[in-house]
């Protein structure tokens, strides 16, 4: 009877030994000596854990905190959601085809009005048109770009100064228009020059830059912004290669409300259309009027794709802004919040271990841990209406988007499908792998390493490479 038991006893120690032995190799290597790490993998829907390490433990997510923001625009919104910006107009139109009044531009929080990864690019074309066959030739009110739908903070009190002013950083309004990013065309000469700037697009004529940039040695961008939202000041650092006839660097635009009723305004008069008054942008009252057109963007499906695959910080803030919307207008963060943590309580998720400052993923502030990311990824695959969206959504490792060089080249390429985080001591990947006929989910997340960010995930895909034989 002791022979069988010390038998027993001998098997499962082995097995549960060969289970931990990635995990214990992964957390004890010395790159992680002092790092912060939570993990878990287990099977999808089943919960049969094949390794952990502080599961429970809260640390900062980084652009994983988009798998939050995109899976609750999913259950809340549906897959067929559309964002709808509305063309109003405040008066009468006169036989004279004279409009007693404004025309509006009313906001809704769409990111991709203009923007070069969804959505029509001529779309102004279209409004024109509209206007035309509402009858009217002349505008006698301004045109007004309502975007009071959000309130007027811009970015995220929670983002760290020297990302603001960043075109990964965009501020975020009730008007989106461009990505809320400009180019900056600037041209190089040698080493420890400053660059000459030659011009931004699109036009942005009330924009100051103080240049302090310089030329180097380097082959990449390490350039960047400082400035605030509705400020016109911009100040540019770091560094470009040296000797470019020219050489593109992106920023937030300042103000992309403004920005988007002054070229609609452009078109109209292009058009024949008479303006009598410069184009406003108003951020606090809003107008209302008759509707004589509604823009829509392409359905939640195509955006969360693109704020997934691309980790677009300036779609998902879009998206957790407006999920604030039952909290009340104008919308704010704080409101995204409540309304996500409420949503993922009712489906029994452990909120207590979710603390989420902004969509993104961007704010140093945020932390999760992988049992709540893992609890979400389980849900969207077995049981959420949206599975498939949702799934469908995540980059595939060696493949496309975020995730093109992760795992490349390695027998786990084509089978993992995941969303990366990265910001400054922060390597994060959680999603899915697809494995022997299984399903798994996983969550690793590592802060405050002693190497590189690709030292990290060098690590990080060792580490699965090990689980996965």
Not at 28 to 52: D, M, Q
Not at 103 to 128: A, R
Not at 144 to 172: K, L, T
Not at 381 to 389: G, I, N, R, T, V
């Amino acid at each position: 009877m002791k022979k069988i038991f010390f038998n027993v006893f001998v098997s499962f120690f082995v097995l549960n030994l060969v289970a931990q032995t990635p995990v214990d190799n992964f957390i004890h290597h010395p790159l992680l000596k002092n790092a912060n790490v939570s993990l878990l993998i287990r099977e999808t829907g089943k919960g049969k854990v094949v390794g952990r390490y502080n599961a429970n433990k809260s640390i900062i997510p980084a652009s994983t905190l988009k798998l939050v923001t995109t899976a609750s625009a999913l259950e809340l919104l549906g897959p067929n959601f559309r964002f709808q910006t509305k063309l109003e107009i405040s008066g009468n139109v006169t036989k004279e085809h004279v409009l007693q009044g404004n025309l509006i531009i009313k906001g809704s929080g769409d990111p991709t009005l203009g923007s070069e990864f969804l959505g029509e690019k001529n779309f102004l074309d279209q409004w024109v048109l509209a206007i035309k066959q509402a009858g009217i030739s002349k505008i006698e009110g301004k045109i007004i770009a309502d975007a009071s739908i959000y309130n007027q903070e811009g970015v995220s009190p929670f983002w760290i100064w020297e990302d603001i002013g960043n075109y990964y950083a965009p501020s975020i309004f009730g008007i989106s228009y461009l990505d809320n990013t400009f180019r900056l065309f600037l041209r190089s000469g040698p080493i420890g020059t400053t660059p000459a700037i030659i011009r931004t697009l699109p036009d942005l004529p009330d924009l100051v830059i103080e240049n302090y940039l310089k030329s180097s040695k380097i082959t990449f961008d390490s350039a960047y912004f400082y400035g605030m939202p509705n400020s016109n000041l911009r100040r540019l650092y770091g560094e470009i290669p040296a000797n470019r006839a020219e050489f593109v660097v992106k920023g937030d635009i300042p103000n992309p409300v403004f920005l988007l009723a002054k070229q609609f305004s452009d078109k109209l008069i292009q058009s024949g259309i008479t303006v009598n008054n410069p184009p406003v942008a108003e951020f606090s009252t809003p107008f209302d009027g008759q509707v004589v057109y509604t823009h829509f963007s392409p359905p939640l499906r195509d955006i969360i794709k693109q704020t997934n695959e691309r980790s677009n910080n300036h779609y998902a803030e879009c998206l957790f802004r407006y999920l604030g919307l039952g909290e009340g207008v104008p919308v704010t963060g704080r409101g995204g919040v409540k309304t996500i943590r409420n949503l993922w309580k009712l489906k029994g998720l452990p909120v207590d271990q979710l603390f989420m400052c902004d969509g993104s993923g961007l704010s140093p502030m945020n932390a999760v841990s992988a049992q709540f990311i893992t609890e979400l990824l389980d849900y969207m695959y077995s049981k959420s209406a949206f599975s498939k969206d949702f799934f469908n959504s995540l980059p595939i490792a060696g493949k496309t988007g975020t995730l093109v060089s992760f795992l490349a080249g390695t027998p786990l390429e084509g089978k993992v499908f995941a969303k990366s985080g990265s910001i400054e001591k922060v390597k994060c990947y959680a999603g899915y792998v697809k494995n022997e006929g299984k399903t798994y989910t996983f969550v690793v997340m590592v802060n405050n390493a002693q190497g590189t960010s690709r030292a990290v995930t060098k690590k990080i895909e060792e580490l699965l490479l090990s689980v996965f034989k």
